[in-house]
């Protein structure tokens, strides 16, 4: 919670200074160990090429990119939770409806093309 509310406190001193998130949020992938580092680069890649709308931005720590000040989608590393895999996460502010169940969150092990697709995929759909 510090650390998010340290996020909304440099959010709001860069807007006040014109600066741009998107250096906080690489200078943040930068400093991942490389497995994830790795991953998100690639996913920040990713985002802003299917999704060139989103803002990327920290949230809670993690990479995020937003839609209007809405968080759409974020990445969370294996290291930062010790976990086996990075995690992509969507919010409920992305439109991925599908019935009366649906995935918001997908394990991340590895970016092949065709992973890479489906990523596209449901950045799609998410921002409609």
């Not at 790795?38 to 803002?55: K, Q």
């Not at 169940?101 to 799609?124: C, D, N, Q, Y």
Request: charged fraction near 25%; aromatic fraction near 8%; proline fraction near 4%.
């Amino acid at each position: 919670m510090r650390e998010r509310a340290e996020e909304l406190k440099a959010s709001a001193r860069s807007r006040a200074e014109g600066a741009n998130e998107a250096s906080t949020v690489l200078a943040k992938i930068a400093a991942m160990p490389a497995s994830d580092r790795a991953v998100a680069e690639r996913l920040h890649a990713i985002i802003t090429a299917a999704a060139p709308g989103l803002s990327p931005r920290l949230w809670y720590g993690m990479p995020a990119y937003a839609k209007d000040g809405k968080v759409i989608c974020f990445f969370q590393g294996a290291h930062k939770f010790k976990t086996r895999y990075a995690t992509l996460g969507f919010s409920d502010k992305a439109t991925l409806d599908d019935g009366d169940m649906w995935p918001t969150a997908f394990a991340l092990k590895e970016l092949t093309s065709t992973v890479e697709a489906r990523i596209g995929e449901l950045l799609k759909r998410a921002v409609r």
